[in-house]
């Protein structure tokens, strides 16, 4: 399966963006999916999953409340839904599927890791 994060952007503090990750592929609605974010020499970071069947969602306590992850398996697509957007969510936002089963916040379990898309929120 092939994902393809987009919806990046440049934004003000305090304003929203909607990311999103499209698949291709026919196992993608039967894993689950998490949202990370990496700067520029820190490692890849935790910011969001959600099971296949979209029942249940995980959050970095960072983006608590502020997200909100989805998905349309019908359209073979995951959002991350980003309001109140603070400097330090500046990022590359890359998502990728669940390939070892476990804890959803470990990232060693993903693979198909996708381009990602910057997003950068000016303070």
């Known amino acids: 399966v092939q994902l393809q994060a987009s919806g990046g952007g440049l934004v003000q503090a305090g304003d929203s963006l909607r990311l999103s990750c499209a698949a291709s592929g026919r196992t993608f609605s039967s894993s689950a999916v998490g949202w990370f974010r990496q700067v520029p020499e820190k490692e890849r970071e935790f910011v969001a999953a959600i099971t296949s069947n979209g029942n249940y969602v995980y959050y970095a306590d960072s983006v608590e409340g502020r997200f909100t992850i989805s998905r349309d398996n019908a359209k073979n697509t995951v959002f991350l839904q980003m309001n109140n957007l603070r400097p330090e969510d500046t990022a590359l936002y890359s998502c990728?599927?669940?390939?070892?089963?476990?804890?959803?916040?470990?990232?060693?379990?993903?693979?198909?890791w996708g381009r990602g898309t910057q997003v950068t929120v000016s303070s």
């Open positions: 990728a599927r669940q390939a070892r089963s476990g804890s959803l916040y470990d990232t060693f379990r993903y693979d198909s």
